[in-house]
T-cell receptor
Framework: AQKVTQAQTEISVVEKEDVTLDCVYETRDTTYYLFWYKQPPSGELVFLIR??????QNEISGRYSWNFQKSTSSFNFTITASQVVDSAVYFC???????????FGQGTTLQVKP | DAGVIQSPRHEVTEMGQEVTLRCKPISGHDYLFWYRQTMMRGLELLIY????????DSGMPEDRFSAKMPNASFSTLKIQPSEPRDSAVYFC????????????FGQGTRLTVV
């Protein structure tokens, strides 16, 4: 069975602080895919990043970075020097390779205060 | 491409009425997903299709919910009869075959059952 856990329900930081959003997943598949999505207050779901289970390289994109560790089944997301525009709900997701099933964690609401 | 198109954007209906939500996936996408988003349950996968065939409907909450995909360019999610607890935002998403691709989401339908 697949499961995604985002234990942090809400996080509040002050602008320019760094913040890490945690994601832990469970799967029996040997090949799978992990994603992060952002849902700003306007409500749409925006894709941020995809990672394959066989590629544990961390990735940095501007102020965003992702740390994938298979040993701990975690795929954490860090925002460096947070900005008010980063305020949103962030979802971690897991997709099975064989079935294509895509499930999401509960989401973490990030509030960045000026 | 116009992206995933959902209609209506907002729906207000009375308890007991039938509600039909519509989705047009991105052309060429093989997978179509229906999700429900609530504060309590987050983003729940209701059902998904591969090449118009329902693969997993284990997330459909009750027999009052049904979904169809008569062709590659159209899907419906029907609730009959609707109840106040069905009030939520319903998202449709589509993706290419295989897990190594992200899902693209529609704008969602905000359903209110009074």
């Amino acid at each position: 069975a697949q499961k995604v856990t985002q234990a942090q329900t809400e996080i509040s930081v002050v602008e320019k602080e760094d913040v890490t959003l945690d994601c832990v997943y469970e799967t029996r598949d040997t090949t799978y895919y992990l994603f992060w999505y952002k849902q700003p207050p306007s409500g749409e779901l925006v894709f941020l990043i995809r990672r394959n289970s066989f590629d544990e390289q961390n990735e940095i994109s501007g102020r965003y970075s992702w740390n994938f560790q298979k040993s701990t089944s975690s795929f954490n997301f860090t925002i460096t020097a947070s900005q008010v525009v980063d305020s949103a709900v962030y979802f971690c997701a897991l997709r099975a390779s064989n079935t294509g099933k895509l499930i999401f964690g509960q989401g973490t609401t990030l509030q960045v205060k000026p | 491409d116009a992206g995933v198109i959902q209609s209506p954007r907002h729906e207000v209906t009375e308890m007991g009425q039938e509600v039909t939500l519509r989705c047009k996936p991105i052309s060429g996408h093989d997978y179509l997903f229906w999700y429900r988003q609530t504060m309590m349950r987050g983003l729940e996968l209701l059902i998904y299709f591969n090449n118009n065939v329902p693969i997993d409907d284990s997330g459909m909450p009750e027999d009052r919910f049904s979904a169809k995909m008569p062709n590659a360019s159209f899907s419906t999610l029907k609730i009959q009869p609707s109840e106040p607890r069905d009030s939520a935002v319903y998202f449709c998403a589509s993706s290419l075959v295989t897990g190594n691709t992200e899902a693209f989401f529609g704008q969602g339908t905000r359903l209110t059952v009074v």
